[in-house]
């Protein structure tokens, strides 16, 4: 089991800036990849961003030049940097993290997900 803990989330003004922290209950170098998602009311949880163990990086199109994930395996972290943020950002957030298990299926881990909301 990975136990995911987020923090950072808040009420910000448009334009400004959150930084969301995200820490894992294990070594973050068992775990294949990690990511950030989120969700409003009443639509499907979407993917913002993601990294994989060797730093490669995934951005939803409306985030990409404002948001930068990064990991950081020394302290079971991953972390999601928000600029110039817009009303349409707000949503829960969610610290997702994907390993494989020893049969090599692969498994999903959610933290209790933090609130992000925009004001205009």
């Known amino acids: 089991q990975v136990q995911l803990v987020e923090s950072g989330g808040g009420l910000v003004q448009a334009g400004g800036s959150l930084s969301l922290s995200c820490v894992a209950s294990?070594?973050?170098?068992?775990?294949?990849?990690m990511g950030w998602y989120r969700q409003v009311p009443g639509k499907q949880r979407e993917l913002v961003a993601s990294?994989?163990?060797?730093?490669?990086?995934n951005y939803v199109d409306s985030v990409k030049g404002r948001f930068t994930i990064s990991r950081d395996d020394a302290k079971n972290t991953m972390s999601l940097q928000m600029n110039s943020m817009k009303p349409d950002d707000t949503a829960v957030y969610y610290c997702?993290?994907?390993?494989?298990?020893?049969?090599?299926?692969?498994?999903?881990?959610w933290g209790q997900g933090t609130q992000v909301t925009v004001s205009s």
């Open positions: 997702n993290a994907n390993r494989l298990l020893s049969n090599g299926s692969p498994v999903n881990y």
């Open positions: 294990t070594s973050t170098t068992t775990i294949r990849s």
């Open positions: 990294i994989s163990r060797g730093g490669t990086t």
